[in-house]
């Protein structure tokens, strides 16, 4: 009977260990899908990177002015991805993120101008490989806190060495002083402590106000430079000015 004892609890001991390890294999294939699942985001950004920085040299060249003031760029980190999963009510599987998350792959892009914006844009999604998923224009129709910004969920192919994927990205484009408001209304939006949130929320709204005239005021001057430039410009200011095209430098 001693026997057969011993022998039912190292047999027992042998299945828990068998499943112990399913289970380690199992959770490690999951590790692994959504390491690879990341990958392809994070290629994404590198590829929408690439085609800001090429369209920026471009008008640059042709144009002697950057539109583009700063490129950002993130990935939406696995805790964030649970939180929105679980929000939606979802089980977190790499086809429900895919399928329901379209911010994981993040780019912000930081203009001088508000006309800049929809240049930059309607360049980015004209390109044949871009597909434009969803479009908000919270320029046009700002938030009613204020907030102002153009959002884009594009959709573009990223090839590996055995395989390609269609990958979803947010581009977020904005000038530098919508950025400015937007940083700082976030640090103050997530403060524990405010005596009074409705008078803090009408200050803000008062403030985007502002930014709103001055980012088309600077606009405006900018365009009325522009134009007595072109005017008065003659044959050998246009040479001088074409010359300097060639000091933009190119990235290798």
């Keep these: 009977m001693e026997e057969n004892s011993q022998l039912d609890i ?7 260990r068998n499943a112990l390890m399913a ?23 590198q ?22 003031s700063n490129i950002q760029s993130r990935l939406k980190s696995q805790v964030s991805i649970m939180e929105k999963m679980n929000r939606k009510g ?8 895919e399928k329901n998350i379209h911010d994981i792959a993040g780019i912000r892009v930081i203009c001088s101008y508000v006309d800049d914006i929809y240049r930059i844009a309607d360049a980015l999604v ?12 919270y320029i046009a129709n700002p938030k009613p806190n204020g907030y102002r910004s153009l959002h884009l969920i594009v959709k573009l192919p990223v090839y590996f060495a055995e395989s390609m994927r269609n990958v979803t990205a947010e581009i977020q484009i904005r000038t530098i002083a ?22 803090v929320a ?35 200011e246009q ?13 290798e």
């Design 10 to 16: 190292f047999g027992g001991s042998e299945v828990i």
């Design 23 to 45: 289970q380690a294999n199992e959770l490690l294939d999951t590790l692994l899908d959504f390491k690879e699942l990341m990958l392809c985001y994070s290629a994404a950004i």
């Design 47 to 68: 590829q929408i990177r690439t085609k800001l920085e090429i369209l920026s040299t471009e008008f640059e060249v042709k144009y002697q002015r950057n539109p583009i």
């Design 90 to 97: 979802l089980d977190v599987t790499r086809e429900n993120i």
């Design 126 to 137: 004209g390109q044949y490989d871009i597909e434009l998923i969803e479009k908000k224009d």
């Design 178 to 199: 919508m950025d400015f408001w937007a940083s700082l209304e976030h640090q103050i939006k997530y403060k524990k402590k405010m005596k009074d949130p409705e008078s």
């Design 202 to 236: 009408k200050k803000l709204k008062q403030c985007a106000d502002i930014i709103t005239y001055t980012d088309i005021m600077m606009q405006n001057i900018r365009k009325e430079m522009d134009d007595e430039r072109a005017d008065d410009v003659d044959l050998t």
């Design 239 to 251: 040479i001088y000015e074409k010359l300097k095209r060639f000091d933009v430098t190119l990235s």
